[in-house]
């Protein structure tokens, strides 16, 4: 055991300790990897990953090297919670007020009402199919079908609201397996569509 400690380290500190560093520079790597444009045969322009792809496709890969030389690609766990519990906090709210100035005069129009309409048969829809093949066909627990679903839609709030009534992490695994992919698609899609649809 003495061996081992000299080896690995038995600091409670240490492992509890966050370090900011690694966190700041993967940012930064993966706003730098947002901004490389992609290439697409047939697309006159190339797409880019964006601030949001970059960074979570270099939060990925870091994620599975662990380490680079110093910097250690680890959060505790508590600081873990904590970020992900701030960064749901700031998305709703920077989202409400963004959408909260038009919100009332929009909704109550007619267009506002049939955009309305659309987004409940867009996000239903599909949703309710996924949960029956999932739940009825595939055979999967309550709670992981809940973080897919959320990650399908890329929901931190319904992912939040997952986690509050789970005892375990397999709705945020469930989640975090899903989001990458569905991210990357949303993000690529809505360029290529725009590419194509406006020539």
Known sequence: ?????????????????????????????????????????????????????????LAILLGRLGHIGPLVWHMPASANLAFRELGITLFLACVGLKAGKEFFHTVFTPQGLWWMLGAIAISMIPLLVIACVGRMVMKLNYMTLSGMMAGSMTDPPALAFANAISKSDAPSVAYATVYP???????LAAQIMTLLFTR
């Open 1 to 57: 055991m003495r061996n081992a400690s000299a080896a690995l380290g038995n600091s409670l500190k240490a492992l509890n300790e966050t370090q900011f560093v690694p966190i700041f520079v993967g940012i930064a790597l993966g706003i730098l990897a947002g901004t490389l444009p992609v290439s697409f045969p047939g697309l006159p322009v190339p797409v880019k990953l964006g601030l949001a792809g970059g960074p979570l496709v």
């Open 181 to 187: 992919l569905t991210m990357l698609l949303r993000i």
